[in-house]
């Protein structure tokens, strides 16, 4: 009674605390938390619930103190250690909160609720082994409690996944064996340890033993999805090779879900098992329900087309004719007869589907079937079906929403053929033309939609953008690619909800330079959750490109959240996933996790934030020192921070844009070689970036304990010096070998992934500029572990000007205006802002560099300004060389950096009174509506715009540097 009462007298001491935190009113909690403690100094539950509050504001220091005082002391009320758990999730130290349930087991160890709550800490952190010794632990606790014991054979089923080599021969018998204990002595309760013993069956390939299963006395348990039991059954027959059972199951599942298309493809497939088996049913089998004949599979697809035709139309049999046609053709020994004509299916399916959004996608799919005189003859027949012209050659518009998808089903399915690949300029722009008016039009139709509706006709516009982007490939002339932008930009207008439109306009605002219009673009994606690993690639290559340094720093903010805070809510899914039974769903999980966990985009994104901010956020050496303390780099690990690039895996959506045209070129060759490209522009930086943190370094520990550092006495790590060496000569080893294959830019579809920088950092040299600047820190470095005055000249001489030539060369190479004009036609030099971008980034590097010169060399000067004061002679001794050559180097940059400047002012539009309107097309202004008039002055304004936000912002980076050479006197 005094013991509950105890307990109820704490809850009321914390219910004041608990209801700040929850209201967020963290500065009242942490007062609510001192007026407990003033009454009850020990209080620990309070003492954490204030950590919580202050770590919540900010003041994660403070915070940090407490927690280790209370985890030191090994509590064990529940309440403390639940407060505690919130707090190392918020900070992201899941190996605290197992150590802290583990030493309250080990005080506590028949507490059901620790020992639970210990096995989910191991589930968070993936380590199945301690999870299984953990589950067992509470088995012994609670031996009539079935998910405890099932928890330790999920975790043996979890260490298979792990180990390859162990998994047949240790880890999934011994799940097997320990599930079949269970069922012999009849302990089996829920359908969940059913599901997990037919997943260990499969995984060790045991159909059989996973058949009786299915249709035994426990498959009665298996009730939560429908026709389960027939599935499993149809699945198991398969891996059995019984494919006549497999056939009837299948045929089964299609009387229910006729449109069922997977169940389709595994009728198709056993059919023609059963087929080339030349199966037949036995005399006395009665009736048979497999379909062991091709004849005989083309009557039960009729039947179920017959059977459906005073219902809604499904497409499932229709495309399985076609299906069973394409699988028959691939086996030549088999005939194709019976199976009727592909040109007359492809009609009917027209007939049928063809005012669909799918019909298009359908046929592609199977459209190889007939040669290329049918599928001309097929669209022909197709565009008989409707009056498109009349007589005089006018236009005539649908009547209707269907006759108008009819259409558009017509255009898509041509341009895919490759029927435009023949047309002239000409006809191009006339089609284009007519495909914006019937746009116009078919907007009357959707007059009644929803603001989160896509428009009926949106396609026409797409269409007609796709054409003018050909033109602009074909003649090189950028007023076409500014026409496509405004017909798009004219179509987001009319239906924001359509994010092909979005999509597009990026890639086209990205080609002529212009990143602004990209991010308004972008947001309205509303891109949450996994699509920033997924669309992430949509403008994580152009931000920093195109000098937009400020967004780059808030949308790689925004990716990087959403992967931290993922890691802690696949973990919470995979905790209710042992906590409900959901055995099958914790591969998924798990699998879900490691492939974010392992995303390129991630990578990029932690790489490229972390460079944005040692450039963006650092005016002096001081800074940039901080920065590095606080980013906490190990330069001698693999990787800043670490990637896995064996493990990197790319989840990038490169389809997202549907152009409908037939892939001229590998459209999977083009994502490898891409995936490639990333993969070793990724390594560069990350490269970089450790060379940076690692320099910066050895400027801060210089003069501590030199000695120390330079020999690594008395640690089994290299000393920075070897590390940084060790860096340089991986960079020029990548280097040289990414030459061979990066150096010239690989030509992309505008609908594809786009290239990174990588080409022209190669091609360029950029990369001489870091490891010029390595050589003089390391020249350097041993300088000041020598004596100055007994120094080689060579030594003494360093560091060379030779980087800011370097740089000048690049300047006068990019340097020119951002209007060009040729043969009388003005056209946007779209590479300028993308090469000055990149040389300020290097120089920002070098920036960095040049501070660490000035680190080492700082206390040398005074060391000899020391020495030469002592030896009280009439003629101090000449300073060495390399003092006035490092300030001779300093000014050499100082002058570079002000030249760039001037260059990229040049850049901006407004200051220059360049004219963008010179851009657009005289014929079409011409003809232009108001309302058309108005969005092409809004897209030149925004252009116009985008131009002036990347010289202004690329300006402020020089000035910061500007600043940043200022403060490295000697």
Same mark, same amino acid.
């Given at each position: 009674?005094?013991?509950?009462?105890?307990?109820?007298?704490?809850?009321?001491?914390?219910?004041?605390? &608990?209801?700040?935190?929850?209201?967020?009113?963290?500065?009242?909690?942490?007062?609510?938390?001192?007026?407990?403690?003033?009454?009850?100094?020990?209080?620990?539950?309070?003492?954490?619930?204030?950590?919580?509050?202050?770590?919540?504001?900010?003041?994660?220091?403070?915070?940090?103190?407490?927690?280790?005082?209370?985890?030191?002391?090994?509590?064990?009320?529940?309440?403390? !250690?639940?407060?505690?758990?919130?707090?190392?999730?918020?900070?992201?130290?899941?190996?605290?909160?197992?150590?802290?349930?583990?030493?309250?087991?080990?005080?506590?160890?028949?507490?059901?609720?620790?020992?639970?709550?210990?096995?989910?800490?191991?589930?968070?952190?993936?380590? *199945?082994?301690?999870?299984?010794?953990?589950?067992?632990?509470?088995?012994?606790?609670?031996?009539?409690?079935?998910?405890?014991?099932?928890?330790?054979?999920?975790?043996?089923?979890?260490?298979?996944?792990?180990?390859?080599?162990?998994?047949?021969?240790?880890?999934?018998?011994?799940?097997?064996?320990?599930?079949?204990?269970?069922?012999?002595?009849?302990?089996?309760?829920?359908?969940?340890?059913?599901?997990?013993?037919?997943?260990?069956?499969?995984?060790?390939?045991?159909?059989?033993?996973?058949?009786?299963?299915?249709?035994?006395?426990?498959?009665?348990?298996?009730?939560?999805?429908?026709?389960?039991?027939?599935?499993?059954?149809?699945? !198991?027959?398969?891996?059995?090779?019984?494919?006549?059972?497999?056939?009837?199951?299948?045929?089964?599942?299609?009387?229910?879900?006729?449109?069922?298309?997977?169940?389709?493809?595994?009728?198709?497939?056993?059919?023609?098992?059963?087929?080339?088996?030349?199966?037949?049913?036995?005399?006395? #089998?009665?009736?048979?329900?497999?379909?062991?004949?091709?004849?005989?599979?083309?009557?039960?697809?009729?039947?179920?087309?017959?059977?459906?035709?005073?219902?809604?139309?499904? %497409?499932?049999?229709?495309?399985?004719?076609?299906?069973?046609?394409?699988?028959?053709?691939?086996?030549?020994?088999?005939?194709?007869?019976?199976?009727?004509?592909?040109?007359?299916?492809?009609?009917? *399916?027209?007939?049928?589907?063809?005012?669909?959004?799918?019909? &298009?996608?359908?046929?592609?799919?199977?459209?190889?079937?007939?040669?290329?005189?049918?599928?001309?003859?097929?669209?022909?027949?197709?565009?008989?079906?409707?009056? !498109?012209?009349?007589?005089?050659?006018?236009?005539?518009?649908?009547?209707?929403?269907?006759?108008?998808?009819?259409?558009?089903?017509? !255009?898509?399915?041509?341009?895919?053929?490759?029927?435009?690949?023949?047309?002239?300029?000409?006809?191009?722009?006339?089609?284009?033309?007519?495909?914006?008016? %019937?746009?116009?039009?078919?907007?009357?139709?959707?007059?009644?939609?929803?603001?989160?509706?896509?428009?009926?006709?949106?396609?026409?516009?797409?269409?007609?953008?796709?054409?003018?982007?050909?033109?602009?490939?074909?003649?090189?002339?950028?007023?076409?690619?500014?026409?496509?932008?405004?017909?798009?930009?004219?179509?987001?207008?009319?239906?924001?909800?359509?994010?092909?439109?979005?999509?597009?306009?990026?890639?086209?605002?990205?080609?002529?330079?212009?990143?602004?219009?990209?991010?308004?673009?972008?947001?309205?994606?509303?891109?949450?959750?996994?699509?920033?690993?997924?669309?992430?690639?949509?403008?994580?290559?152009?931000?920093?490109?195109?000098?937009?340094?400020?967004?780059?720093?808030?949308?790689?903010?925004?990716?990087?959240?959403?992967? #931290?805070?993922?890691?802690?809510?696949?973990?919470?899914?995979?905790?209710?996933? &042992?906590?409900?039974?959901?055995?099958?769903?914790?591969?998924?999980?798990?699998?879900?996790?490691?492939?974010?966990?392992?995303?390129?985009?991630?990578?990029?994104?932690?790489?490229?934030?972390?460079?944005?901010?040692?450039?963006?956020?650092?005016?002096?050496? =001081?800074?940039?020192?901080?920065?590095?303390?606080?980013?906490?780099?190990?330069?001698?690990?693999?990787?800043?921070?670490?990637?896995?690039?064996?493990?990197?895996?790319?989840?990038?959506?490169?389809?997202?844009?549907?152009?409908?045209?037939?892939?001229?070129?590998?459209?999977?060759?083009?994502?490898?070689?891409?995936?490639?490209?990333?993969?070793?522009?990724?390594?560069?930086?990350?490269?970089?970036?450790?060379?940076?943190?690692?320099?910066?370094?050895?400027?801060?520990?210089?003069?501590?304990?030199?000695?120390?550092?330079?020999?690594?006495?008395?640690?089994?790590?290299?000393?920075?010096? /070897?590390?940084?060496?060790?860096?340089?000569?991986?960079?020029?080893?990548?280097?040289?070998?990414?030459?061979?294959?990066?150096?010239?830019?690989?030509?992309?579809?505008?609908?594809?992934?786009?290239?990174? %920088?990588?080409?022209?950092?190669?091609?360029?040299?950029? &990369? =001489?500029?870091?490891?010029?600047?390595?050589?003089?820190?390391?020249?350097?470095?041993?300088?000041?572990?020598?004596?100055?005055?007994?120094?080689?000249?060579?030594?003494?001489?360093?560091?060379?000007?030779?980087?800011?030539?370097?740089?000048?060369?690049?300047?006068?190479?990019?340097?020119?205006?951002?209007?060009?004009?040729?043969?009388?036609?003005?056209?946007?030099?779209? #590479?300028?802002?993308?090469?000055?971008?990149?040389?300020?980034?290097?120089?920002?590097?070098?920036?960095?560099?040049?501070?660490?010169?000035? %680190?080492?060399?700082?206390?040398?000067?005074?060391?000899?300004?020391?020495?030469?004061?002592?030896?009280?002679?009439?003629?101090?001794?000449?300073?060495?060389?390399?003092?006035?050559?490092?300030?001779?180097?300093?000014?050499?940059?100082?002058?570079?950096?002000?030249?760039?400047?001037? #260059?990229?002012?040049?850049?901006?539009?407004?200051?220059?009174?360049?004219?963008?309107?010179?851009?657009?097309?005289?014929?079409?202004?011409?003809?232009?509506?108001?309302?058309?008039?108005?969005?092409?002055?809004?897209?030149?304004?925004?252009?116009?715009?985008?131009?002036?936000?990347?010289?202004? /912002?690329?300006?402020?980076?020089?000035?910061?540097?500007?600043?940043?050479?200022?403060?490295?006197?000697?």
């Amino acid at each position: 009674m005094a013991s509950g009462s105890h307990v109820d007298v704490n809850e009321r001491r914390l219910r004041p605390i &608990y209801d700040c935190l929850d209201n967020g009113n963290n500065k009242k909690a942490i007062q609510e938390a001192e007026k407990a403690l003033k009454k009850h100094k020990y209080f620990q539950c309070a003492k954490v619930l204030k950590a919580l509050a202050l770590l919540r504001l900010g003041r994660h220091d403070e915070s940090s103190v407490i927690l280790d005082e209370i985890h030191s002391q090994h509590p064990t009320d529940e309440a403390t !250690l639940q407060a505690m758990a919130i707090c190392y999730r918020e900070v992201y130290k899941l190996e605290a909160i197992a150590d802290l349930y583990e030493n309250a087991r080990k005080n506590c160890p028949e507490n059901e609720d620790i020992l639970s709550a210990l096995f989910m800490a191991y589930v968070r952190l993936g380590d *199945y082994k301690k999870q299984q010794q953990t589950a067992m632990l509470l088995h012994r606790l609670q031996p009539n409690k079935n998910p405890y014991y099932f928890w330790a054979v999920m975790s043996i089923v979890m260490q298979s996944s792990e180990n390859e080599k162990l998994a047949k021969g240790m880890f999934l018998p011994l799940a097997e064996r320990m599930i079949k204990k269970y069922v012999d002595e009849n302990k089996i309760n829920a359908e969940a340890e059913v599901q997990l013993y037919l997943i260990i069956l499969n995984l060790l390939g045991k159909w059989d033993e996973a058949y009786a299963i299915v249709t035994g006395p426990l498959g009665e348990k298996l009730t939560s999805e429908t026709f389960f039991k027939e599935r499993k059954s149809a699945d !198991l027959f398969s891996n059995l090779n019984k494919w006549p059972d497999a056939n009837a199951k299948f045929k089964f599942l299609l009387r229910e879900n006729p449109d069922d298309w997977q169940h389709w493809k595994n009728y198709i497939t056993s059919c023609l098992k059963i087929v080339q088996s030349r199966w037949e049913p036995p005399e006395d #089998a009665g009736d048979c329900d497999t379909d062991y004949t091709i004849d005989m599979a083309c009557k039960f697809i009729s039947q179920t087309i017959s059977s459906l035709s005073d219902k809604r139309s499904l %497409r499932g049999p229709y495309l399985a004719q076609l299906e069973l046609i394409k699988v028959l053709r691939n086996h030549s020994e088999l005939s194709v007869d019976g199976t009727g004509s592909p040109m007359e299916l492809f009609k009917e *399916y027209f007939k049928v589907f063809g005012d669909k959004n799918c019909c &298009y996608e359908d046929m592609k799919l199977f459209i190889d079937l007939i040669t290329k005189p049918q599928q001309l003859e097929l669209v022909d027949s197709f565009t008989k079906t409707l009056e !498109l012209h009349n007589s005089e050659g006018n236009i005539v518009f649908a009547s209707d929403v269907k006759v108008m998808q009819r259409h558009l089903t017509i !255009l898509q399915l041509s341009r895919y053929l490759g029927m435009y690949d023949s047309k002239s300029t000409e006809e191009k722009l006339a089609l284009s033309r007519e495909c914006v008016q %019937r746009y116009h039009h078919g907007l009357t139709f959707g007059k009644d939609l929803l603001i989160t509706d896509i428009q009926f006709s949106d396609n026409f516009l797409m269409m007609a953008a796709y054409l003018l982007v050909e033109v602009w490939e074909e003649l090189k002339d950028q007023h076409y690619l500014i026409e496509a932008i405004v017909q798009l930009q004219k179509g987001f207008k009319n239906c924001p909800a359509n994010f092909q439109f979005k999509v597009l306009l990026i890639h086209l605002f990205s080609v002529l330079g212009a990143y602004g219009p990209c991010q308004q673009l972008y947001d309205s994606l509303e891109a949450k959750h996994i699509m920033n690993d997924t669309l992430g690639y949509v403008i994580s290559n152009h931000m920093v490109r195109l000098g937009h340094f400020a967004a780059a720093g808030t949308n790689f903010g925004s990716m990087l959240k959403f992967f #931290a805070v993922n890691h802690k809510e696949t973990a919470e899914y995979l905790i209710a996933a &042992y906590k409900y039974g959901s055995f099958n769903k914790i591969f998924e999980f798990v699998r879900f996790r490691e492939k974010l966990q392992n995303s390129l985009q991630y990578a990029c994104a932690k790489v490229e934030s972390m460079l944005l901010d040692l450039i963006l956020e650092t005016s002096h050496h =001081q800074s940039v020192e901080q920065m590095v303390t606080y980013m906490e780099i190990d330069p001698s690990e693999e990787g800043a921070p670490a990637v896995e690039f064996g493990k990197l895996c790319d989840n990038r959506d490169l389809r997202i844009l549907e152009a409908w045209e037939k892939e001229v070129f590998d459209t999977n060759a083009a994502i490898d070689f891409s995936f490639k490209e990333e993969k070793a522009w990724l390594r560069i930086r990350s490269l970089t970036l450790r060379i940076l943190a690692c320099a910066v370094n050895i400027g801060q520990q210089v003069g501590s304990n030199t000695k120390t550092m330079n020999n690594g006495v008395g640690s089994e790590k290299k000393a920075p010096a /070897e590390i940084l060496q060790s860096l340089a000569n991986e960079l020029s080893e990548h280097i040289q070998e990414y030459k061979k294959d990066f150096s010239k830019a690989y030509s992309y579809s505008l609908q594809g992934p786009s290239p990174t %920088r990588l080409s022209k950092y190669l091609s360029d040299g950029h &990369y =001489q500029v870091v490891c010029a600047m390595i050589e003089n820190i390391l020249l350097l470095f041993k300088l000041q572990l020598e004596d100055l005055e007994h120094s080689e000249n060579e030594k003494l001489e360093s560091p060379s000007e030779k980087v800011p030539e370097i740089l000048a060369g690049l300047l006068a190479k990019y340097r020119c205006t951002l209007l060009t004009e040729t043969n009388g036609k003005k056209s946007i030099n779209t #590479a300028v802002i993308e090469n000055l971008s990149l040389l300020v980034e290097t120089m920002s590097h070098s920036a960095i560099l040049t501070g660490v010169c000035h %680190r080492i060399l700082k206390p040398l000067k005074t060391s000899w300004n020391k020495r030469s004061r002592k030896k009280k002679t009439d003629t101090p001794p000449p300073l060495p060389a390399v003092f006035s050559n490092f300030t001779k180097l300093v000014a050499s940059f100082d002058s570079c950096a002000k030249d760039m400047h001037v #260059a990229v002012r040049d850049l901006d539009p407004v200051l220059l009174s360049i004219d963008l309107g010179s851009l657009s097309l005289a014929e079409s202004e011409e003809s232009d509506c108001p309302e058309e008039a108005g969005v092409r002055k809004d897209v030149l304004k925004s252009m116009e715009t985008s131009y002036q936000t990347s010289s202004r /912002e690329v300006c402020e980076l020089i000035h910061n540097k500007l600043q940043y050479f200022n403060s490295l006197k000697l």
